[in-house]
């Protein structure tokens, strides 16, 4: 158990639609980053929080949005949903920005129909 | 070209043997991670290293700043190894660029 969590686990939805995934970070890590795998692409960096802030940002597509509250939990938002988004949606944290190793979530499966 | 290159992609040995997987990336890191993502898809750090070697039970990574490359090893394997393992490199942000995974299964 790496200490991060992800909810929820599994989440089917139709096209078109809106989902919020939600992760808690280990407690004292600072930074939020949220990766997104897919079978045609595998791995990808969407983006990074650190302390509420937006700190990078990766291959996130506009209809995707996130955020980071003052209890360090972050959402990531996904809108007008396409069959394309249909992966696995990882959080990882780690104590702070830059070069920490990093704890994983275990992931949401998003499942589009 | 990748940024991250992991050979082989698939790999088939039987309990006991000696395995290496390869990463060779082509960005300037300071650090290098293994991961470990088994069946159920939840994913795992093994290593996190930027210079020399580590070794965890019968894990073993190394890298090579300067040819740009690093490999992990598993002694005396177990079907328990059975997954895809991962190399990832420390992006400029700190973010994590990944190779494609190397899908191994141990036989018994």
């Known amino acids: 158990d790496s200490g991060v969590t992800q909810t929820p686990k599994h989440l089917i939805t139709a096209t078109g639609q809106r989902v919020t995934l939600r992760c808690s970070p280990r407690?004292?890590?600072?930074?939020v980053y949220w990766y997104q795998q897919s079978l045609d692409q595998g791995l990808q960096f969407l983006i990074q929080?650190?302390?509420?802030?937006?700190?990078a940002k990766g291959n996130i597509l506009e209809r995707f949005s996130a955020q980071q509250f003052p209890d360090l939990h972050s959402e990531l938002n996904l809108s007008s949903l396409e069959l394309g988004d249909s992966a696995l949606y990882f959080c990882a944290s780690s104590v702070a920005g830059g070069y920490n190793e990093q704890f994983f979530g275990p992931g949401t499966r998003l499942t589009v129909l | 070209k990748n940024e991250v290159e992991q050979s082989p992609q698939n790999l088939t040995a039987q309990e006991g043997e000696f395995i290496t997987i390869n990463c060779s990336y082509s960005v300037g890191i300071s650090a290098l991670h293994w991961l470990q993502q088994h069946p159920g898809g939840g994913i795992v750090s093994l290593f996190m290293?930027?210079?020399g070697k580590k070794k965890h039970g019968r894990l073993i990574a190394t890298i090579n700043i300067q040819e740009k490359h690093s490999s992990l090893h598993i002694t005396a394997s177990h079907p328990r190894d059975s997954a895809v393992y991962i190399c990832?490199?420390?992006?400029?942000?700190?973010?994590?660029?990944f190779g494609k995974g190397t899908k191994l299964s141990v036989k018994p």
């Open positions: 990832a490199v420390g992006g400029s942000q700190g973010n994590l660029i």
């Open positions: 290293l930027s210079s």
């Open positions: 407690s004292g890590d600072l930074s």
């Open positions: 929080y650190y302390n509420g802030e937006e700190r």
